[in-house]
């Protein structure tokens, strides 16, 4: 046999084989590149790319860890969600909020609720409280300070910052300055108290989704697990607590991750209760027939929830008494006789349309108002 015969495998080789060895070599034509190109699948995608597009398939094959998401706040707020806390005013939502920055700061769980995260960096972004407010909150003659743990960051608006002159409007200064901060403080948790405050027009579709996207897009961008608080607008304390209790558009509750809301019992004084209200990571535990019970307390100097137990919400709510049907029946014929419509009746005495018709129609069975047309349209 000649010894300088080098026998031909190539026609034996699969053509992937052959293009990566020729592309090794260096010696890939443009035609085996393209051929090349169309049997790998390529998942470099680049910042001029809208989508990252694969064979359904393909993204099975991903690489990346597959773990169960992590607590944050026990099933309420998940690592890595987009989560929204709302709540009626003066109802605690920055007490909790501060509470479970502090929490994941320490990597010390509140309560019985899991925190797995360990130590974790956190920006707490509070647009409500002033200096005076939160050192009263946070302090006490006798014991002193309370001791946050150096993770934990607040951040206030400077009043003499003179960026916002640089911008067309106060959305894209804010969004620009959020983003500043966060490269700055390299956070592991964002909280945004409140997310009024951002001025984003969110009663509006358009603003809401405009939010909602460049806060997911933070997320997505920094690798972050973001809280925002919300209020909600006067509400019915007859009815449960649900997603249209959710202050501004639809928006807000459709593209956000997780949600959970803080209610007011109405028949334990000081009392309040936390409830699931959209979740992606776990089944629905803390629903209507298991909200978690609690109160606000300050036994040293750290104003914070302590959780009691757990009950039926409607257990908590105003039941619809006698007397109070009348007080509703009696404020409706007040704001007809003043020549209110019935969106404005509805609206005025926190009850649905259809309830204020109703009522309309039964004291004054023969000339009851209509919806507006104008509105109704």
Known sequence: MNRYYRPDHSAERPIEIELIRSMIRGTITP???????????????????????????EWLLDKTPKTTAKQLFGDFWFEGELGILFADTNVGKSILAVQIGDSISRGERIGNFPMDVGQASVLYFDFELSSRQFIHRYNDHYYGDYRFNNNFLRAVLNPDATGA????????????????????????????????????????????LTLMRNLQQLKARYGLSILVLAHTPKRNAVRPINRNDLQGSKMLINFCDSAFAIGESQVASGARYLKQIKQRNTGEVHGASQVCLCRVVKPNNFLHFEFTGYANESDHLLKPTEQYRIRIENRVAELHAQGHSVRQIAAGVNISVTSAQRIVKRLWPVKAPLVDNANKA
């Open 165 to 208: 002159a640089k911008f067309g409007n106060y959305e894209d200064y804010i969004n620009n300055a959020l983003e500043n901060t966060i490269i700055n403080t390299k956070p592991a948790v964002l909280i945004i108290d409140n997310i009024t405050c951002l001025r984003y027009g969110t009663h509006a579709a358009t603003g809401a």
């Open 31 to 57: 035609k085996q590149q393209k051929q090349l190109d169309k049997l790998l699948p390529t998942n470099t995608v680049g910042p001029k790319d809208d989508f990252i597009i694969k064979r359904a398939g």
